[in-house]
């Protein structure tokens, strides 16, 4: 009876399987690639820096890449909070970092972003506790629209891999990751830092790559006839794109002034193209 009844079950199991395999071969995967992909809106992964970037038991103990993208703080005696080299993968790895150790991004411009997430993968290597309470520590933090940073992620010593969490709707955001281990040999790991997700998109209409204010949708990939820009003059002209800069002619004299300007689609009253007025 019990051998009747697993055969039952894998009969069964085998249909199901069939039918799954024959609905993927009339539709295709698009409709699964379609629900989950999203557009990336900021990223790190540490392979444009070179190897040792950051900051070493001989100071200075703040770093910040030429690119400004982030800024890594730390005590007055860490062993190192570096990009490191392994193989062709770079990576930022903190040892033994002297109490609460900070990677800080920059800014990041959310503006139309209209569902988002963070993910970013982290390893640890002879964590204790992790939970903050004297041992050691590894979380993630977001700051909203230049609010406290508050913990999004909270690690411990069994923290290897890559995680992810929702983001609240926002115009600007932060994120820090913070790491204190202090005795030998304990390491934290940090990569592939990314933003994803759903935006607001322009239609641009006579494809000159500048998109209609007056005609958006919220998707997390551009749909087809639309932009980010949103700063047509004139979305049925292809020969018309954004605003032009004009000058303050005070004088009247047809010549504008260099250090007064405005953005426009049309010259504003007082307003020339010009900008050379002694």
């Not at 009876?1 to 055969?7: D, G, L, P, W």
């Not at 007056?214 to 932009?227: I, M, Q």
Request: proline share 2%.
């Amino acid at each position: 009876q019990k051998r009747f009844v697993q055969n039952q079950t894998m009969t069964k199991a085998k249909s199901i399987a069939l039918l799954a395999l024959a609905f993927f071969a009339t539709m295709g995967t698009s409709w699964m690639s379609n629900a989950t992909a999203q557009t990336t809106i900021w990223e790190e992964d540490f392979e444009s820096y070179s190897a040792n970037e950051g900051v070493t038991s001989n100071g200075p103990y703040t770093y910040t890449p030429s690119n400004g993208k982030w800024t890594i703080e730390t005590g007055s005696s860490p062993d190192h909070f570096k990009v490191k080299e392994s193989g062709s993968d770079l990576y930022l790895e903190a040892k033994e970092t002297d109490g609460l150790a900070t990677w800080t991004s920059e800014a990041i411009d959310m503006t139309g972003v209209t569902s988002g997430t963070l993910s970013f993968w982290i390893d640890v290597d002879n964590y204790d506790n992790g939970n903050g309470n004297g041992g050691d520590v590894i979380n993630v933090q977001v700051s909203y629209d230049g609010s406290g940073f508050t913990t999004e992620y909270e690690g411990n010593k069994h923290t290897n891999g890559t995680y992810s969490v929702n983001l609240d709707v926002c115009s600007q955001l932060q994120i820090r990751v913070n790491v204190d281990c202090d005795r030998n040999d304990e390491k934290a790991y940090i990569d592939d830092v990314k933003i994803e997700g759903c935006r607001v998109w322009y239609a641009d209409t006579d494809g000159d790559g500048f998109g209609d204010a007056s005609n958006s949708t919220s998707a997390c990939t551009a749909p087809s006839g639309y932009v980010l820009d949103s700063t047509d003059c004139d979305d049925s002209d292809s020969a018309v794109g954004g605003p032009t800069m004009w000058y303050a002619d005070d004088d009247g004299d047809g010549y504008g002034d260099a250090n007064d300007s405005q953005s426009a689609c049309s010259a504003p009253s007082g307003y020339v193209l010009d900008s050379t007025d002694c």
